[in-house]
Structure formats: structure tokens, C-alpha cells
């Protein structure tokens, strides 16, 4: 297997980091995986993506570089309590990573109704459709730092299965539920970063699309 193919197997997001900070352990993760594509990138190497490929990632390894940087320095002035500076950095590296993302639309995928429960517990609140949404942002001062919000900046979190989403909640005995309805019309779909994408499948649907590809070339020639 060509060893730009092995690297997708090799760098499979863990997130045991120990004791390191986020900020160190991202970093370190980085220049090894900067250090491993420098050395894999070889035309000898990589006989079935072959050279264009090759010269293709070879042309981007500054950017990829940069961009880790980028992203560890977020982390830092995070972590140093910058949250503006952070904050504005971290908007401006997503711009640029944009089309580097997983991408799908709505309507193009099965998961096209998704859930939200909030505890009522001893926490009672009127049975209002506003109050299943996310904080409203004239009190984004109550909004913390969550998995993909930073404080201030309302997030809405939502589930594929209603199941899910009553252990997300921590399983309340008592709760409310609402079920959100993608738009499947193509006029209005939404579009979604994917981070269900693994590496693994991307390494082997690369190899079975080559092998395909050349049947298919096989088959037209004859």
C-alpha cells in the first residue's frame, strides 16, 4: 500500500493526551504528522496514487503547516485568556479551511430529523417552543464553554436519535423534548460539516475507486 495511504490509518484522531495540555498535545501531533507526509511523499513510494498526487500534497505542506500552527496558537491564547484574540484568529483559520471540510447537504443523507431534551428536573420553565432552542442571545452572558461554543456565543446541540439525546442530557427522569425537521427541498438545504468521516473507510474507498477506475479502462480498450 502506497505510504500516503498508510498515514490515514496511522493518524486516526486519538485524544489520549495525558497529561499534556490540548495546546501541546495538538502541536506535538502536528509536526510529527507534517514530519510523516515529508517523508512519504516519494513518486517510488506511492505507486498507485502516483506522481501528480504526490506533487499535489507536496505543494500543500506549507499550508497544512501553517494552518496547524494556526490552530495550536488559538489554543494558547485561549488558554492564556485572550478569548477576543483567540476568538478572532479561530474565525479566521475556519474561512481558510473551508474547503478542506467534510461536507454534506440535507436531504442527502438518512439522519434528516434531529432531537433536543432539557432537563425540568427542579428547574421549571414554560412549555414554550422558544425554550427548547438555544439561550437567546440577550443572555448569551449565561452561555459557558461547551464542546463547540465558546462563552457568549449561543449554540443549539442537537441529536440524530431522541435516545441519544436523553443520554446527552444525563438520562433526567423528567424532561421535555423537541424534534427538529431538516428542509429536504433543494432550495433550502442546509448544508453540515461532517465529522462522521473516518479515515480508515477514506483510505480503502481510495484504493477500491483506483482498482475500479482501471477495470473501467480496461473494459474500453478492448
Not at 78 to 94: D, L, P, Q, R, T
Not at 97 to 108: D, E, F, I, T, V
Not at 109 to 132: Q, T, W
Not at 185 to 191: M, T
Request: glycine letters at 4%; one cysteine or more; aromatic letters at 12%.
Amino acid at each position: 500500500m502506497d505510504k500516503i495511504l498508510e498515514l490515514l490509518e496511522k493518524y486516526r484522531c486519538h485524544l489520549r493526551r495525558g497529561t499534556q495540555s490540548m495546546a501541546d498535545f495538538l502541536d506535538s501531533n502536528f509536526q510529527d504528522y507534517i514530519n510523516d507526509i515529508r517523508q512519504s511523499i516519494a513518486v517510488e513510494d506511492n505507486l498507485l496514487v502516483g506522481s501528480e498526487m504526490c506533487q499535489m500534497i507536496a505543494n500543500c505542506i506549507d499550508e497544512i503547516s501553517t494552518n496547524a500552527s494556526s490552530i495550536v496558537d488559538v489554543l494558547r491564547l485561549y488558554g492564556n485568556g485572550k478569548i477576543v484574540e483567540a476568538s478572532i484568529k479561530a474565525f479566521n483559520i475556519f474561512d481558510i479551511l473551508k474547503p478542506q471540510l467534510m461536507q454534506r447537504y440535507s436531504g442527502s443523507h438518512h439522519m434528516d430529523v434531529y432531537y433536543r431534551i432539557r432537563d425540568i428536573g427542579s428547574n421549571l420553565f414554560p412549555l414554550e417552543r422558544k425554550e427548547l432552542f438555544h439561550i437567546p442571545y440577550n443572555k448569551n452572558y449565561l452561555v459557558g464553554t461547551e464542546r463547540y461554543s465558546m462563552p457568549g456565543y449561543p449554540c443549539l446541540y442537537l441529536a440524530s436519535q431522541a435516545e441519544l439525546a436523553w443520554h446527552e442530557c444525563g438520562k433526567p427522569k423528567k424532561f421535555a423534548i423537541a424534534k427538529f425537521s431538516i428542509p429536504q427541498e433543494e432550495e433550502n438545504y442546509l448544508k453540515f460539516i461532517d465529522f462522521s468521516e473516518k479515515l480508515m473507510p477514506l483510505k480503502h474507498s481510495f484504493f477500491c475507486w483506483f482498482h475500479n477506475e482501471n477495470d473501467k479502462e480496461s473494459v474500453m480498450s478492448v
